[in-house]
């Protein structure tokens, strides 16, 4: 009897300690997320305000650069707290590029002033980071189509979102015959590589670009009409696809001179608007060798230099199968 007693005193004054220790720790977990708030409350309005300075295509423009600002001042941070990393998801751009379904509006009017968006397909890899270099030292910024060929490069997409310049999905593996196999292959397909970019950017963007474009025949080998459901279909889901008006012809294996010929043949009808293909994946070093001279090429034309954004023109090619 007296055992029992003993015992459930015992229970009870134990399972009192445990409530307390309980409530301490909601108490605690309270405070620490009124602290967070407060701290993020001081650091966006800042940036959402420099975000959204000039309308359209300037919106895209001055997100990029509050991205590097805010760059800037966590690099500076770095030096004196030393472990105050890049957060990418308190980046302004995440809330305006995650995939939405209920944001339907985009913009197919080829009237913009002379821009060129250049977008870089089939990385990361190690010729990435001579991209993102090269980009630098002309203060450009640009728009990187990922996949997971080369997984050991996959940091390389944070950084490449760090550094100021959009982040699409192309396709996890880029085999033609898995991507394309079924509709449902390809949304499995797009599914790991979403999961690869939001570990990276802490989201899952809106841009996507089929592999082989839109207008790519090789997928009626594998499944009838899946590009004309696709394109449907990922629009239903929020997303946009972005073909391109012209390439410096770097799918193939060209010397950099080829590639700055092609690039200035590939323009020569002078639209004001290029959604310009090249790659940045393994064995592309002849891109990075012209990437300088075809920059130069498009300045000394009036062009200037922008990541794609929700305000962009969408680039479609007509779907052949
Ligand atoms: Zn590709």
New binding site residues.
Partial sequence: MENQRHDRERQRASRATWTLLLALMVVLAANLLIFRSILDGANSPSEAAEASQGGGEASGQGMAEAASDALVSDGEQQDTAGEQAYDPSADPRSAEFAVDPSRTEWNFDASDTKTVYLTF??GPSENTAAVLDILDRYGIKATFFVTNINPDYQDMIAECYRRGHTIGM?TYT?DYAQVYASVDAYWEDLRQISEVVEAQIGYVPCFIRF?GGSSNTVSANYTTGIMSELAQEVVAAGYQYYDWDASSGDGATHTADELVEATKADTSYGYDSIVFLSHDGAGKETTVEALPRIIEYFQSEGYTFAPIDRQSRVAHHGISN
């Fill in positions: 397909d089939d192309h880029h592999p």
